[in-house]
């Protein structure tokens, strides 16, 4: 089945990323969202992104319009039987993501394929909440998703062939590299990097040395471009702090343990940049 229009649910920092690199790979977007404020947002963090590459003369201006052409917001999960592909990135919580997944199975044709973006959650079990756990996978982009090269294509137990085949002609198309993973939890990206993550919060609680001291010594030790706890922020402690909470509860093994510290700051409402504070202040 060709794809042409691409469905993306949630319009956050993942999800206007990802309508971004769709429009500009040609794909017609409806990007949808809960209400017309966050429709709006998720829309115009593209426009800007577009307008900045216009300015420093990567785009042509004309090339930018076409792009936001392609692009439809909307607030209406129906709209998601228009399209051959569905892309979600809604909030990281499994309850929420299985809701939306039945109500996208009862609204879209059998043949769409659905796909999730999540950082952690099993690919298997999302699948299971569709009667299409065949056409059901794994996509999980990079944040920033305009700027990042690599999508973890992640199989659930029945996905099939095709739908994978399907799935990796799109990631190309986007400009990006798929690496094929195992449904396991945090796949591998989020394995390796939530805990490295987890400790650099566990060196802050122990007052080994201050936020910045510890993304300095991951910088210029360990030639990171971006240190853990700025990476934190960037992603959203919320999410970071769901990923630890997965691989603690799926592994049992007490070394994903999330850190207080962490946990503290997520109830206080310091979510990293989206929120203006996380280990460092955005206001
Ligand atoms: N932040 C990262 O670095 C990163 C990287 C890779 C994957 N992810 C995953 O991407 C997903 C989204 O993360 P994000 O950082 O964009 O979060 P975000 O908080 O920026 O955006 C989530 C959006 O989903 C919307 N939403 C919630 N329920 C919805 C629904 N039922 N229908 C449509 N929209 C709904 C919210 O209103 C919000 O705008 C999560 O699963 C996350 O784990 C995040």
């Not at 999410?239 to 109830?267: H, N």
Request: glycine residues 8%; neutral net charge.
């Amino acid at each position: 089945m060709e794809i042409r229009t691409v469905f993306v649910a949630g319009a956050g920092q993942m999800g206007s990323g990802i309508a971004q690199v769709a429009a500009q790979a040609g794909y017609r977007v409806i990007l949808r969202d809960l209400t017309p404020e966050l429709v709006d947002r998720g829309v115009g963090t593209i426009d800007r992104f577009l307008a900045r590459t216009v300015e420093k003369g990567k785009l042509a201006a004309d090339e930018k319009a076409a792009v936001m052409g392609r692009i439809a917001g909307t607030v209406k999960l129906e709209r998601a039987a228009e399209a051959e592909l569905v892309i979600e990135a809604v909030v990281e919580n499994l309850a929420v993501k299985l809701e939306l997944f039945k109500e996208l199975d009862r609204i879209c044709p059998a043949p769409t394929v659905f796909a999730s973006n999540t950082s952690s959650l099993p690919i298997t079990q999302l699948a299971g909440a569709t009667g299409r756990a065949d056409r059901f996978i794994g996509m999980h982009f990079m944040n920033p998703v305009p700027l990042m090269q690599l999508v973890e294509i992640i199989r659930g137990m029945a996905t099939s062939d095709e739908t994978c085949q399907a799935v990796l002609a799109v990631t190309r198309s986007m400009g990006k590299t798929p690496v094929e993973v195992q449904d396991a939890p945090g796949f591998v990206a989020n394995r390796i990097l939530a805990p490295m993550i987890n400790e650099a919060v566990y060196c802050l609680q122990e007052g080994l040395a201050t936020a910045e001291g510890i993304d300095t010594v991951m910088k210029l030790g360990m030639n990171h471009p971006m240190g853990p706890l700025a990476l934190a922020d960037l992603i959203g402690l919320d999410t970071v702090l769901s990923i630890l909470d997965v691989l603690y509860a799926e592994f049992q093994d007490s070394k994903y343990r999330a850190c207080p510290l962490l946990r503290k700051m997520v109830r206080a409402g310091w979510l990293g940049r989206k929120s203006g504070r996380g280990f460092y202040n955005y206001q």
